[in-house]
């Protein structure tokens, strides 16, 4: 199984601040027809999880540019621009290129100062 | 609007059975494969089982092979988890989540709550 490990488990940001969260994989997430399948969910508290970015920089409909994604292989990070009070929550990269299982990383707690 | 429902969650004794069930909507719910994923309290993701859209190919986590059974009725709109010989750590909640076309997981439900507890 391919396991994903994130850092940091937690991220105190300050209101307009950057954050910056990383996600690795065990082995390479390229498919073969060249496609990426890694994902970032973000879940904020007492809500299920929300697809952010897909294909390792693509944005869902709705999600603010604030969010960008960006990395290739094994290494993937998720930015926020600038913080927001509505950011707060757990952040969680998933890979859909070996499957099954598919597998998420740890979660990331963003929390504000 | 395009829509997960879990219903089916509840308080159940080790050793016992529940059924949940995922009502969809705003989607044609027959062109998708879908899956169940868990999240025990506190915790991470852990993907539970995948059905592919006609039902023909099914797959689970080992932790709930031979307990968990997945199925579909595409002419409902529904899929559904038979959980049978419960156990603690299965205490959970439990979501449906859509496959999308690049085999990504991009609707989730709301979730419903098992507990598995004497």
């Known amino acids: 199984d391919v396991v994903m490990t994130q850092s940091p488990l937690s991220l105190p940001v300050t209101l307009g601040q950057p954050a910056s969260i990383s996600c690795r994989s065990s082995?390479?997430?390229?498919?073969?027809?060249?496609?990426?399948?890694l994902n970032w969910y973000q879940q904020r508290p007492g809500q299920s999880p929300r697809r952010l970015i897909y294909?390792?920089?693509k944005r869902d409909s709705g999600v603010p540019d604030r969010f960008s994604g960006s990395g290739s292989g094994t290494d993937f990070t998720l930015k926020i621009n600038r913080v927001e009070a509505e950011d707060v929550g757990v952040y969680f990269c998933?890979?859909?290129?070996?499957?099954?299982?598919?597998?998420f990383g740890q979660g990331t707690k963003v929390e504000i100062k | 609007e395009v829509q997960l429902v879990e219903s089916g969650g509840g308080l159940v004794q080790p050793g016992g059975s529940l059924r949940l069930s995922c009502a969809a909507s705003?989607?044609?719910?027959?062109?998708?494969?879908m899956n169940w994923v868990r999240q025990a309290p506190g915790k991470g993701l852990e993907w539970v089982s995948y059905?592919?859209?006609?039902?023909?190919?099914?797959y689970y986590a080992e932790s709930v092979k031979g307990r968990f059974t997945i199925s579909r009725d595409n002419a409902k709109n529904s899929l559904y988890l038979q959980m049978n010989n419960l156990r603690a750590e299965d205490t959970a909640v439990y979501y449906c989540?859509?496959?999308?076309?690049?085999?990504?997981?991009?609707?989730w439900g709301q979730g419903t709550m098992v507990t598995v507890s004497s």
């Open positions: 989540a859509r496959i999308s076309m690049d085999d990504a997981l991009d609707i």
């Open positions: 705003g989607f044609s719910f027959s062109s998708y494969s």
């Open positions: 059905i592919i859209s006609s039902g023909a190919t099914i």
């Open positions: 082995q390479s997430l390229v498919f073969s027809a060249g496609i990426t399948n």
């Open positions: 294909q390792v920089s």
């Open positions: 998933m890979q859909g290129t070996h499957w099954p299982p598919w597998t």
